[in-house]
């Protein structure tokens, strides 16, 4: 009989490969999914639209959370698991596959007519210029989108967006098992407050979106950011012992980054539009817009634990087996969670008001000049 210690690379082999391939058709259903909220559509009512509708779709597969969290119980049942998630995947491959067969673009080359395309540009007075076949090399158009003012901000506010995503997403369990004692918050409380966390992310998006219709998406994330950083005050200056209202906080930051982080798409459809029109482009450069969207995001995700995860050593977290944590370890736990949103907040509130995206009407762009 073999033992786990004997076939332990096999194991983490599995692991490797598994990340490996989910990360991959993760990346091409995002960047598919991006690219044709480019060019579906340039109306921002409809783009917002098409935002509502997605995360009504994600209502409908958040269950998907709490279904594992109760059939394995909570990764005790480690085969419950692995046949729940290969079921999850048969049905998501199917329903890709219908997507990309019925899905069309007016940029499909199988569709579109290559005739002269004229383009609105508001400077004052109505211009209308040919657009240019664009013989410039994946190089200079690389350049030019790295160059721009709007992405560099987005860029900063993407990164240190992702960076406190994935610390909420990695370190919620953990802080709610040390801070949060068990006769607060019971386990299949736990099992519930972890699950319906992404449904009432989804919910908040689909009501929210109204409000990015009527004041633009712009302000909606600004005013989240800013009321990221006065709640990180305010459960700062309740303390750690009120445990229902650190609770209620931790909700309420889940919820307000993954409502920003709906509205990153439109931003990046903005930066495309504009790229399209400054450089009178036949296509926006979805891909390019979006895929280093995603390289920006790699580091955030890889570096964002393994900084927390630091400073949590430092205080005894990699020496606890089973033991109860210590006081010290409690309050870094807590500080960490006040200030994330506290300094991170601050940071993207700042870059954020650097990113001056003009308004957009139907086909007409207004450019800065």
Known sequence: MVTMGDNSWVVGLHLIVSLVSWDTVCTFMSLTMSALFVELSDKTEDRILLTKYYHAACILGTPTVLLLEFTSDSLSNFKTFQISTLLIAVCSGLLFLYAGINISSPYDPNTIKRTNSYIHVDQGNEISENISEGNESYCTQVCQYLSDAN???FAVTFFFHVFHKYFVNNFIGIVCDHLIP??????DARKIFYGGIPLISAICV???AS???RYSYYKVVQSVYGSMVLAGFIMLYIGQEHTWCLIIFLMLDSCAISVVYAFFGMAQADLADINKTKYKRERPLSSM???TSSLIARP???LSPMFVAAILDIYGYSQLKGTESSLELKHAMFMLVCCYPIIIGSIQFVSWSFFKIPCQSENTILIET
């Open 182 to 187: 068990d006769d607060v918050f019971p386990k």
């Open 300 to 302: 955030a995700i890889s």
């Open 211 to 213: 409000f990015a219709t």
């Open 289 to 291: 817009v979006f895929g």
């Open 151 to 153: 992405f560099i901000a």
């Open 206 to 208: 689909v009501f929210g």
